[in-house]
């Protein structure tokens, strides 16, 4: 075993993720948890949270998931900011890519929540790869120069018009909502080449070979035209993010992946929690118990364990 080589790695730093990484971590399992952004997942979207267990008073998602993050670096896990782009999963050893590296690991987690969304604007599925793009890491060098807008009012999209704005000439951050998920005094939106326009929504995606042009209406009915290269699509919605997966894994009709009661997919050594999964439910309460099996799971796969119950200090 090289030192680079992780017992696990966990796709995603959810509740699901994290808990999961509490677990592996304490149970001295060499943990990475890749996490594209703090403030990407549902949890970082929810305003107060007070049901879950143990509470003694509503919080904010942001900091319910801070204290996640916290217990699960304090046992040990390596947190590491990074939006997984491919896997390779077929193998004994297991392999995520992100942008700048590779990760090796003999198990894998997969907790990367729910919050994709089907392409909703007229043009967004066309021009897909030819202008529009969900990952402003991957592809904002093809805009050096350029016009681009990025589209969403959450942290993350005012993050993803900062990084574009060093590479194209003009960002346009366009909000639906009125207001922006972010401080007035955040530093990216005093940048200079960056233009905000909130409650106006991009109605239609035009152009030949690439993207030309967007189409806006404001709330109250007006349209206008934009000319523009490039469109980043931040809205969200409700669908299992299994993009980067690339068929791997087996997932149901409505795009979750299938798993069984020990969480495990079907490739071995894979594992998946949380709101990615065919679940019933989606609440933290229950992403965090499926991570505790998961990572049991992931345990169990990386020592040859044979089944058997686990218990509060197993
Ligand atoms: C507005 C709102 C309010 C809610 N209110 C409540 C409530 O009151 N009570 C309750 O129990 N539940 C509530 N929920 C549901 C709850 O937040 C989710 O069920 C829970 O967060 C799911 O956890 P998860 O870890 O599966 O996914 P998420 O919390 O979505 O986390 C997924 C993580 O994966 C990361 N990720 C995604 N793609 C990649 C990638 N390619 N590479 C690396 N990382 C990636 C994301 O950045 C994110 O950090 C609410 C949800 C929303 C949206």
């Not at 080589?5 to 149970?27: C, E, F, H, K, N």
């Not at 969480?263 to 933290?284: I, K, N």
């Not at 991570?291 to 040859?304: D, K, P, R, T």
Request: contains cysteine; hydrophobic residues 40%; charged residues 20%.
């Amino acid at each position: 075993m090289t030192d680079s080589l992780y017992d696990v790695i966990i796709i995603g730093g959810g509740p699901a993720g994290l808990s999961a990484a509490q677990y592996t971590a304490r149970a001295k399992m060499k943990t990475l948890v890749l996490d594209k952004s703090s403030s990407a997942g549902a949890l970082a979207f929810a305003s107060l949270i007070e049901n879950y267990p143990g509470l003694d008073k509503p919080l904010p998602g942001p900091e319910l998931l801070a204290i996640f993050r916290k217990q699960a670096v304090g046992f040990g896990a390596e947190y590491v900011e990074a939006q997984v782009i491919g896997v390779s999963l077929a193998g004994e050893i297991k392999e995520a890519f992100t942008m700048d590296k590779s990760y090796q690991a003999k198990s894998l987690i997969i907790a990367t929540g729910s919050m994709g969304r089907k392409a909703t604007i007229k043009g967004e599925a066309e021009f897909l790869g030819r202008g529009v793009s969900y990952c402003a890491i991957c592809d904002a060098a093809f805009f050096r120069g350029k016009t681009v807008c990025v589209l969403g009012d959450s942290e993350e999209a005012v993050k993803e018009a900062g990084l574009l704005s060093r590479f194209a000439e003009t960002v346009y951050l366009i909000s639906p909502s009125k207001e922006l998920k972010v401080s007035s005094d955040n530093p990216t939106l005093a940048i200079q080449n960056l233009k905000v326009i909130t409650g106006q929504s991009v109605t239609s995606i035009e152009g030949g070979e690439l993207v030309e042009k967007v189409h806006l209406r404001e709330v109250g009915g007006a349209e206008s035209t934009l000319d523009m290269d490039g469109v980043f699509v931040y809205l969200h919605g409700s669908k299992p993010v299994i993009d980067f997966l690339q068929g791997s894994v087996e997932v149901s009709e409505a795009e979750c992946i299938m798993t069984n009661k020990m969480t495990e997919t079907s490739l071995p050594g894979v594992f998946s929690a949380g709101d990615v999964t065919c679940t019933e439910v989606r609440q933290v309460v229950i992403a965090a118990a499926q991570g505790c099996i998961a990572a049991l799971s992931a345990e169990q796969y990386v020592f040859h364990r044979k089944r058997k119950k686990y218990d509060w200090h197993g």
